[in-house]
């Protein structure tokens, strides 16, 4: 990982070794490697110009997860007023996104939701743009028999862009069913507070290789978001074979078949939600066919060697021009 100004270091995530590096130790790292191209994951708009003056004329491939290009005030509330003060900066933001654009030689969204809404904001659109959602690892996350359950689970941060507050209101009307939060965030207060008996809080991290066995305790997977661009935590579930009942915002739907592999909710209304989580739970045989699906949906779309040759078939082009 590239951070300007900063001392080299080594950290380890998910049990890879991550290095953190200045200018001066990105440059060493590009003359003893040598790529024949650079595969830039969620640039930052500050490292921007560091990274052209290093990266000289080695090709790179621009990969948009989401907060990296929807900036600030996509991600909070509507009547919060500090989110209204950062509009003229993300402008700034959104002008130094095009410039980088323009020295790419390729970019990657995780969703053509989030393509649409990156080229929609910089007033461009990339001639050679590709749409490659973050894998999945479809062995670590198994296929487990399907536990028909009204135990929902949620793991997501509990901040306004994940709509929590709409899945904890859906439950109060839900008394027969529980719903478990994993995560934390500032409207851990404010959910709390609304939350009946039948809501249970996690704030502890969990180690990824330890969520397969924790997803499966529940029965299915909720997510109420009000925007996000793809949703992994969403698809590991899914691999796992938790069918989903999710808003039909953001990049949601492409990986969301309604009535294939969960429910979409078309409006962010807590009587819906819960109509639709009572959908989910009538019928076993209809439960089954939806948890099946979703397995199904991760291993053949979303797993590591479906996007492996994707990203491949990328890079593959980039050379060849």
């Not at 090709?59 to 989110?83: C, D, M, R």
């Not at 502890?204 to 924790?214: A, E, G, I, T, V």
Request: aromatic share 14%; hydrophobic share 40%.
């Amino acid at each position: 990982m590239f951070v300007p100004g900063s001392n080299v270091l080594h950290r380890f995530f998910e049990g890879i070794k991550i290095t953190y590096g200045n200018v001066q130790f990105f440059r060493l790292v590009l003359r003893d490697f040598a790529p024949d191209v650079i595969a830039l994951h969620a640039p930052h708009y500050l490292a921007f110009r560091s990274f052209l003056k290093c990266s000289g004329d080695i090709p790179f491939v621009i990969w948009l997860h989401g907060s990296e290009s929807l900036f600030y005030y996509y991600y909070k509330p509507p009547w919060n007023l500090k989110s209204r003060l950062t509009i003229p900066h993300d402008v700034v933001k959104f002008g130094l996104l095009r410039y980088l654009f323009g020295h790419a030689s390729a970019v990657v969204y995780v969703s053509d939701w989030l393509r649409k809404k990156v080229e929609h904001n910089i007033l461009y659109r990339h001639p050679d743009s590709f749409v490659i959602p973050n894998p999945v690892d479809t062995d670590l996350f198994f296929f487990q028999n399907t536990r028909y359950s009204r135990s929902g689970v949620a793991v997501r941060g509990m901040d306004w862009k994940y709509g929590l507050d709409i899945a904890v209101s859906a439950y109060r009307s839900l008394p027969d069913a529980q719903l478990t939060i994993l995560g934390s965030g500032g409207m851990e207060s404010y959910l709390r507070s609304i939350a009946k008996d039948n809501v249970t809080f996690i704030t502890s991290s969990l180690q990824h290789d330890s969520m397969p066995k924790f997803y499966g305790k529940f029965g299915y997977f909720v997510a109420p978001s009000r925007l996000e661009a793809q949703g992994l935590a969403m698809c590991e579930a899914m691999s796992c074979g938790l069918p989903v009942v999710a808003s039909k915002a953001g990049g949601i739907p492409e990986f969301v078949k309604d009535g294939v592999n969960g429910f979409l909710v078309p409006s962010l209304k807590p009587k819906l939600f819960a109509e639709a989580i009572r959908h989910l739970l009538s019928e076993k045989q209809q439960y089954n066919k939806l948890a099946l699906g979703a397995r199904h949906f991760a291993v053949s779309f979303l797993s590591h060697n479906r996007i492996y040759e994707l990203e491949k078939s990328v890079f593959e082009r980039v050379v060849n021009k």
